[in-house]
């Protein structure tokens, strides 16, 4: 099935199928024209079959809501997530590799620890 993609205003990872020609405006309900904001054209009669690859959907639900809504709406969310256990094990571990014995496996973990921590800080203050 073809589909022509728009891609949101408020966020690039936002992305919008409709059938090729059709307006999105025209079938997205008010409610996501306000999430999404201002579409611009991403990719025009893009086909795309029940069995492709698609990231975070299916594409045998996207051909359906396009085929039963006139629209699909596709978002792609990217998180990181630093652990603070995660650094200590590997900064242990990495300095007692390099011959640091005990005690330097000991401060490997506590530098991780606490680099791991600052960070976490950090993106949470952003």
Known sequence: ?????????????????????VDP????????????????MFKRNKT???????????????INNVTS??????????KTNISEVGASLGGGLLVASLGGGPIGAVIGAAVGYFLAHN????????
Do not use: C, W
């Open 69 to 78: 809504r006139g629209y699909h709406i596709q978002g792609v969310e990217i």
């Open 25 to 40: 405006l025209s079938v997205l309900p008010r409610k996501y024209q306000v999430s999404v904001g201002q579409l611009s």
């Open 48 to 62: 795309i079959n029940e069995n492709d690859p698609i990231i975070g959907t299916s594409p045998k639900e996207l």
């Open 1 to 21: 099935m073809e589909f022509d993609i728009y891609q949101s205003s408020k966020s690039k990872m936002i992305f919008v199928f409709v059938s090729p020609g």
């Open 119 to 126: 960070a976490k800080e950090a993106e949470d203050d952003s």
